[in-house]
């Protein structure tokens, strides 16, 4: 004897001295459940229509609620075809593994449906899913074919066994094709096309049930004398099983007709207020009406993208997309003609940005509702941050030498103004070198004008060692260069005057080609402020002061004197004193 899981098949039963009993069936109980199976899968293809349509939690009702009618009716099918085998012994049944077919019946068809109607319909998820649906009918019915309780045992016809199997797949297969095609259908040609459906899945499910019986022999081992004589059909309990399948189908096929009476109401009322929500639709701002507490009742999809919202059913309060907005407030504020607001919102994944907003009342029946027109000003705010770094770029290119990189003659005038302005108010010193590249042309006709750039660039780098922090170097004009000290007294800018001297005619500047380094010197006027001297008149004193410096020379700094008189500057040496001495140019021996 061959035993599969559970299940015997026939070998040689004669061997193991087995007595074949002729059973049969009750005529009026098989057509009873062939009825049950045709009107299941009526309900079926009824319900299953609606399962494409729907989304999330709905598609898992009518899922599960087309996998309960299939998978009541094709139980229900099987049992009142269990109750109508007639056997010369007494037969019962282990409730506990009867549930257990029904409940494998009904989440097996239920999985089935779900995985066929996810996505696109192909044809290898039509037979993966009859496959899977085929098999659990065929486990179903096996299940309560275990759950017989006898003095006999089942032997098993392995080919009608297999054939039992094909038709359990091939029906599965079908029903799940069926689900879809009448969807496709003529409305005129749907109902004529779900009773021949439901009629040939009868067939089916009955066929598969009553193969699968076929296959089965029924053994005993001792004489019919001794064993217990049958009960006859449980009539009763065929009725029971009947009427509660019945109610069980009629409640689902009452569901799909409530609704689709629902999807009729919706439908009507999506049409109504489809021209607002077009218009609302229409609009590139966000729209969102708030109640009394700030609470968005309402937006439009551009404000769900505006804060991220997505399909998030409850919205924040305006008060946590915007903080710090009081709308009430701004409304009463329109009357000073303020039409909008800037603010900055905060979207739920909390990115901030800043927006423009207005805001208007709307009674909605007995209620007030706040209007707020909301849109992104973002780009426009980036557009003027650029714009205004362009014209701090310009403002910069403007105010600085592009050769040495140091700020130009047009930057002086103001930054010296200001200084002026510091001097005067609390009474500190400024002085003022004016320095220039001694022989600068020759320089350039010498050894070319990339030596003479070459030049300006040491002299400004020069300048820049040298300063304080707090001083002021610019490029001035030409082979002009101003170093402005402020806070410095005569004595101590003579020192810095002396030093660039030395710096400047110690630097070798490198030239390309092996033409050997490049020495230089230059002269420096410097020149004190004084009460009631403007930046011009600075200017002009050091700009003085550097003249006497070339005509005596050059390579030496010329120091102003304190003129008693703002407009009067003489010119003076410097010999280590803040007083006036001789011009004293550098030793180059040093």
Not at 136 to 149: E, F, L, N, R, V
Not at 307 to 319: A, K, N, V
Request: net charge neutral; aromatic share 8%.
């Amino acid at each position: 004897m061959l035993e599969l899981f559970g299940i015997r098949f026939l070998e040689d039963a004669s061997q193991a001295g087995s007595v074949l009993l002729e059973c049969d069936h009750d005529m009026i109980l098989a057509a009873l459940s062939w009825v049950i199976a045709c009107i299941a899968g009526y309900v079926a293809l009824q319900v299953a229509h609606r399962i494409r349509a729907a989304e999330g939690g709905r598609r898992v009702f009518w899922v599960g609620l087309c996998g309960l009618a299939m998978g009541c009716g094709i139980w229900s099918m099987h049992f009142l075809g269990m109750l109508a085998y007639r056997a010369p012994i007494q037969i019962s049944y282990d409730w506990p593994l009867t549930l257990l077919s029904l409940l494998v019946a009904i989440v097996g068809t239920s999985l089935a449906i779900l995985f066929v109607n996810r996505g696109a319909l192909r044809g290898w998820k039509v037979l993966a899913g009859g496959l899977f649906m085929g098999l659990a009918i065929t486990c179903m019915h096996y299940t309560g074919m275990a759950a017989i309780i006898s003095e006999g045992y089942f032997l098993y016809d392995p080919a009608l066994f297999l054939y039992s199997v094909g038709i359990a797949i091939g029906a599965s297969s079908a029903a799940l094709y069926l689900t879809h095609l009448v969807r496709r259908v003529p409305f005129q040609y749907l109902l004529t096309l779900r009773v021949c459906a439901a009629i040939v899945m009868g067939f089916a499910v009955a066929g598969m049930h009553y193969t699968g019986m076929a296959a089965a022999n029924l053994y005993v081992t001792r004489p019919l004398t001794e064993l217990m004589p049958p009960l006859g059909t449980n009539v009763p309990l065929a009725v029971s099983i009947a009427g509660l399948t019945l109610a069980i189908l009629i409640i689902a096929l009452l569901s799909e007709l409530f609704g689709r009476r629902l999807d009729s109401e919706a439908i009507r009322l999506r049409n109504t207020v489809f021209r607002y929500d077009q218009i609302l639709e229409s609009v590139p701002d966000g729209i969102l009406l708030i109640n009394e507490s700030l609470m968005v009742n309402n937006a439009n999809h551009a404000a769900m993208r505006l804060f991220d919202i997505g399909h998030l059913r409850r919205w924040p309060s305006m008060e946590q997309l915007v903080p710090g907005l009081d709308v009430l407030h701004f409304e009463d504020s329109r009357a000073t003609h303020e039409r909008f607001l800037e603010a900055e919102a905060i979207s739920r994944k909390g990115r901030a940005f800043p927006i423009e907003l207005s805001v208007s009342r709307l009674r909605s029946g007995d209620e007030q509702l706040i209007v707020v027109v909301c849109r992104d000003i973002s780009a426009r705010k980036r557009a003027e941050a650029h714009i205004q770094k362009l014209l701090q770029e310009n403002q910069r290119l403007a105010t600085t030498d592009s050769l040495t990189g140091l700020p130009n003659r047009r930057w002086i005038v103001e930054v010296l103004e200001n200084e002026i302005s510091r001097c005067r108010r609390y009474g500190h010193d400024l002085a003022l070198l004016l320095v220039d590249i001694d022989h600068f042309k020759r320089i350039n006709d010498r050894y070319g004008h990339d030596s003479g750039d070459q030049a300006l660039r040491v002299m400004a780098r020069i300048l820049r060692a040298i300063a304080r922090d707090s001083d002021i170097v610019c490029r001035y004009g030409g082979e002009e260069f101003v170093l402005a000290l402020p806070e410095t007294g005569l004595r101590a800018a003579a020192v810095v005057a002396e030093r660039l001297l030395h710096r400047v005619a110690e630097t070798e500047i490198p030239l390309k080609g092996g033409a050997g380094p490049l020495r230089m010197t230059c002269s420096i006027g410097l020149a004190p402020w004084c009460v009631g001297m403007q930046y011009d008149g600075l200017l002009n004193a050091a700009d003085k002061m550097l003249y006497q410096a070339k005509e005596s020379g050059r390579n030496r700094v010329v120091i102003a004197e304190h003129p008693r008189d703002p407009d009067a500057a003489g010119g003076a040496g410097y010999d280590g004193t803040d007083a006036p001495g001789n011009v004293v140019p550098i030793d180059r021996s040093k």
